[in-house]
């Protein structure tokens, strides 16, 4: 190993599964072994087993679906609004002076602790859930895009006025294609943070999706189905965030350059 030197994407791969199966053994060993009772933490079998009787007898399916809808809903509410708002605050010193100084004091409120607020605003039903995803998400969203804009190389600016262009043009032929690659990354990195917004608001008066399932697990003491949620979301947040790397890739060829 030698510092900030890549590794083969075979080697990556390979690296990244031995980590699994490592942590796989140790689980097994430390379940199977009596060193934790299963009370406690349940072991990798009876995980798998109580995760099949959740997806074919009790219809965890269609909780999964709900949880991914309103991950996607929130989220993308908070993009489509974040983003045009992000730009022009990163485009326009006097928009970015406006609105910085409110943006930055709310990205630091948990959007947890809205949740009493928004179940007397607009009840338990799926607005509060979309709300909590929003706030979750689109303060960080704006803030971040924001800057991405503003740290844009300022020799191609000032080359484009060189040429002639207008503040449009500028915006979307320079501003635009130089930050999007970063902005795609921004949106992959909010988009796991929204994950763990929408379980927090079905911990409380949910009646569907995986915190839902997750709570009532806790009441019964079934740590092998409060696991297989875990392990659920974590391995939909991967396909999610591999899916994003590509399309990046495929949108963006010029920001391996």
Known sequence: MRPLTPVTPRARVALGLSFFLLFTALWAAVTFGGLVSKTFLADPLTMLKSGWILLTEMGFAKDIG????????????????????????????????????????????PASAFIPLLILWVGIGEAQKLAVIFIGSFFQLTLMIAVTVGNTRRDLVEAAYTLG??????????????????????????????????????????????????TDSQALLATDQIIFGIIVIGLIGLVSDFAFK????????????
């Open 66 to 109: 709900m949880t991914v809808w309103r991950v996607l809903g929130g989220f993308v509410i908070a993009a489509a609004l974040a983003l045009p708002l992000g730009v022009l605050m990163g485009t326009y010193k006097p928009v970015e002076a406006f609105f910085e100084p409110f943006v930055s004091f709310a990205r630091y409120l």
């Open 165 to 214: 262009v207008s503040d449009r043009t500028l915006i979307s032929r320079v501003l635009l294609p130089g930050a999007a690659p970063e902005i795609a990354e921004i949106l992959r990195m909010v988009l796991g943070w929204a994950w763990t917004y929408v379980i927090v608001a079905e911990l409380i008066g949910a009646s569907s999706g995986i915190g839902h399932m997750i």
């Open 246 to 257: 590509a399309l990046n890739r495929s949108l963006f060829p010029w920001a391996r350059l």
